[in-house]
Nanobody, 120 residues
Framework: QVQLVDSGGGLVQAGGSLRLSCVASGRTISTYAMGWFRQAPGKEREFVAG????????RYADSVKGRFTISRDNAENTVYLQMNSLKPEDTAVYYC?????????????WGPGTQVTVSS
């Protein structure tokens, strides 16, 4: 099973930007679709963005379309989430995960999460 470590979270003002990273170890992720999810206090974990193994296909939650960009560097076994124009409602713990290549549903490997806090 792959081990994932996500990082890059922090405190930012509304309108600001953050870039999250997810570094994998244990096996290559170059043949796996990957995704980012988030969980806000008192809410269920939700899908944010997903990317195919090649990077040629991406999918986003409606709430982040046009503001967030998912990308990957298979040579570095790393997936990124560039978050721009952040809003207070983006505040959550963000997790990376390996996902189903079509449904983008999580397959079971999760990072520990990184906290993103957006102040108004």
């Amino acid at each position: 099973q792959v081990q994932l470590v996500d990082s890059g979270g922090g405190l930012v003002q509304a309108g600001g930007s953050l870039r999250l990273s997810c570094v994998a170890s244990g096996r290559t992720i170059s043949t796996y679709a990957m995704g980012w999810f988030r969980q806000a206090p008192g809410k269920e974990r939700e899908f944010v963005a997903g990317i195919s193994w090649s990077g040629g296909s991406t999918r986003y939650a409606d709430s982040v379309k046009g503001r967030f960009t998912i990308s990957r560097d298979n040579a570095e076994n790393t997936v990124y989430l560039q978050m721009n124009s952040l809003k207070p409602e983006d505040t959550a713990v963000y997790y990376c995960a390996d996902v189903h290549p079509i449904k983008f549903a999580p397959l079971g490997s999760w990072g520990p999460g990184t906290q993103v806090t957006v102040s108004s």
